[in-house]
């Protein structure tokens, strides 16, 4: 008796969330504008994206919207090279916000992660000399104020 009252119940709350996923939003939806520019972002090989931000003088690392800036790989750098990239700005990836409305965004947000992490490991790798401190020769464009 137990047993069946236990996989009527277990039945109910899978169907449960099955409803409740879906009225939050997170049935399948088409992507959204900042969604498509993100992915089109992130299509590029990080190497040849970091190359090209360099050429123009581009040396914002990418970041994620959240409560607040998410920088993959900016925890594990030194004080100093954290300050010395400051002035420099970042750059969201577009369509990664904390906001998510589908399992699609959801998917991409992790992908953006993943991707913003390589490129930002590159970008500090080519930018940082010997002894580890920030050698751009002053070629990186400031962030505006």
């Known amino acids: 008796m137990r047993r069946g009252v236990l996989f009527v119940l277990l ?3 899978v169907a449960g969330a099955g409803v409740l996923s879906t009225r939050a939003g997170f049935a399948r939806e088409s992507a959204s ?3 498509q520019a993100g992915r089109r ?4 090989p ?5 190359d090209e931000a360099l050429r123009t ?5 990418l970041a994620l919207a ?3 800036p998410v920088v993959p790989v900016v925890d594990d750098l030194p004080q100093p090279v954290r300050s010395s990239l400051e002035p420099y700005g970042l750059h969201f990836i577009p369509g990664a916000g904390h906001v998510v409305t589908s399992w699609e965004e959801q998917r991409f947000r992790k992908h953006a992660y993943r991707y913003a992490k390589r490129y930002n490991r590159i970008l500090v790798g080519r930018l940082t000399g010997p002894g580890g401190r920030l050698a751009d020769g002053g070629a990186c464009r400031r ?3």
């Open 11 to 13: 039945g109910l709350t």
């Open 33 to 35: 504008e900042p969604l």
């Open 41 to 44: 972002l992130v299509r590029v």
């Open 46 to 50: 990080p190497a040849r994206a970091v």
């Open 57 to 61: 003088g581009d040396c914002r690392m």
């Open 66 to 68: 959240g409560l607040g």
């Open 143 to 145: 962030a505006e104020s």
